[in-house]
């Protein structure tokens, strides 16, 4: 628990206790994102009245050093160089470390979005104009920028390939709907996205995973998988793939192309986390548009609110799409996909983006600092890592002794398609923690739990 020497500071001791915060934020003992003692806690502990406590937090609060949450408590907020603010905080466990969700990291997008509100404001024609009905695919002017953007992630495209769609998860189920019937066969990897399956069981279809290895799917097993089940279909994600952060080659793209083509299968390729990677390699829309339904959204780089993503799609089912999105919800807000716009056009998008990979890439090292020395798949720029547990260790014992310890996180069963044998696995998603040194806190648990031997109470037979 922080406790400051207040004999160091001179005056009432409400603002000694204020100066002593500044002192232990600057000195890096206090860290964006800490959890402060309730006041009875540090009123006991300095010999003061709970009111000291009061007027000393709410002192800190007024010169910008602490946020209070009504029933949480009060968390340190110190300000970043670029005004940055992580924003997500513990609703109803304040002291767990949850690192459960991949979402991107929170910081403060209020200001950014009303400068563009304000603008949209000034300009009524377009403010008409974007609150009327659109084509189905979206406006002309939304789809260019979009173009603009996916080309930033390695796909060459044009507007009038392109859809815009109510975000990722809307595009895989419009896709999905377009390409598939209630009961057909249709392939993943066999470690793959929850969301995916989620719509999988929505649509009455009947996923099967196809075997992978470090770089994702291997193309002999869907090979084999093709000539088993003659699916439409194969669901996979190329670049940081969830949750194994396995990312395929340009040898293995074309291969796993090359074998579509032979067997007629559409490729839905998921790309949301491949605007995160450096140097990633060309997507398979890239080298086989004509067999690939490239996938990409605003959630895990712009913000998660933003609820816009994209699908660029062969000539042949374009239509099939554009009529799921129209029956669906007849076309996306064109209002969200005008904020995207202006942030694209503006370069604003580009720097949010930088924004999201430097701390990823920071949040990453300290992963690597503390789980380096396990069974971890961790990239500098991914929004989570993949652990395979060690051999004493199952994962649902696992899971429950690290949430004895305020840490929680989800294992391998929850990514499983069908019956495949997955490892004892957990994954752990850095981006959710509310600050760096939240993470760091966490991770000093699971690398420690990681050492010890399960406890036998918890053992699950």
């Excluded at 670029?82 to 466990?93: L, N």
């Excluded at 009327?132 to 695919?137: E, F, I, R, S």
């Excluded at 032979?262 to 605007?275: G, K, L, Q």
């Excluded at 701390?359 to 971890?376: D, K, V």
Aim: proline fraction near 6%; hydrophobic fraction near 40%.
């Amino acid at each position: 628990m922080w406790t400051p020497e207040l004999e160091r500071f001179p005056g009432p001791r409400y603002v000694a206790i204020a100066d002593a915060m500044a002192e232990s934020i600057e000195l890096g003992d206090l860290s964006d994102g800490d959890r402060l003692p309730t006041h009875r806690a540090l009123a006991d502990k300095l010999g003061v009245t709970v009111g000291t406590i009061t007027r000393a937090y709410a002192e800190a609060e007024r010169r910008g050093l602490v946020t209070a949450r009504v029933g949480r408590g009060s968390f340190i907020s110190t300000p970043h160089a670029q005004g940055d603010r992580f924003m997500i905080r513990g609703e109803s466990e304040p002291d767990c470390v949850d690192l459960q969700l991949n979402l991107p990291i929170a910081k403060d997008r209020a200001d950014v979005l009303s400068q563009s509100l304000t603008e949209l404001a000034a300009d009524p024609e377009q403010m008409n104009r974007i609150l009327g009905y659109q084509p189905d695919v979206g406006m002309p002017e939304h789809r260019e920028a979009a173009a603009k953007w996916l080309g930033l992630a390695g796909l060459r495209t044009h507007a009038d390939q392109l859809m815009i769609t109510g975000g990722g998860q809307n595009a895989i189920l419009l896709t999905l709907m377009a390409l598939t019937r209630s009961g057909d066969m249709i392939l993943s990897e066999a470690i793959t996205y929850p969301g995916f399956m989620a719509v999988t069981h929505q649509l009455g279809l009947r996923p099967q995973p196809v075997a992978m290895d470090e770089e994702g799917v291997i193309p002999s097993a869907f090979e084999d998988a093709c000539k088993q089940f003659a699916p439409r279909v194969l669901y996979c994600t190329p670049s940081l793939q969830n949750p194994t952060n396995a990312i395929m080659s340009e040898a293995r793209r074309e291969a796993l192309t090359e074998i579509a083509r032979r067997y007629h299968v559409w490729i839905i390729e998921d790309s949301v986390n491949a605007n995160l990677l450096e140097n990633a390699p060309p997507p398979l829309a890239e080298i086989a548009p004509d067999r690939v339904v490239y996938i990409n959204s605003a959630s895990k780089t712009l913000a998660a609110g933003i609820r816009v993503g994209w699908i660029v799609a062969p000539d042949e089912i374009r239509t099939q799409i554009s009529n799921a999105l129209r029956a669906s919800n007849w076309m996306t807000s064109p209002l969200l996909a005008e904020i995207c716009t202006r942030w694209i056009n503006s370069g604003l998008a580009e720097q949010l983006l930088a924004e999201q990979k430097q701390e990823l890439s920071q949040r990453n090292q300290l992963m690597r600092q503390y789980l380096g020395e396990f069974a971890c798949r961790i990239n500098p720029h991914s929004l989570h890592a993949w652990l395979e547990l060690p051999e004493q260790w199952r994962s649902s014992e696992f899971i429950l002794q690290a949430e004895r310890r305020s840490v929680k996180v989800i294992g391998e069963d929850n990514f499983v398609v069908a019956q495949y044998r997955a490892p004892q696995a957990i994954r752990l998603s850095s981006s959710s923690a509310w600050s760096q040194n939240h993470l760091e806190r966490g991770l000093k648990v699971l690398a420690e739990l990681l050492r010890q031997e399960p406890e036998p109470s918890l053992s699950v037979f």
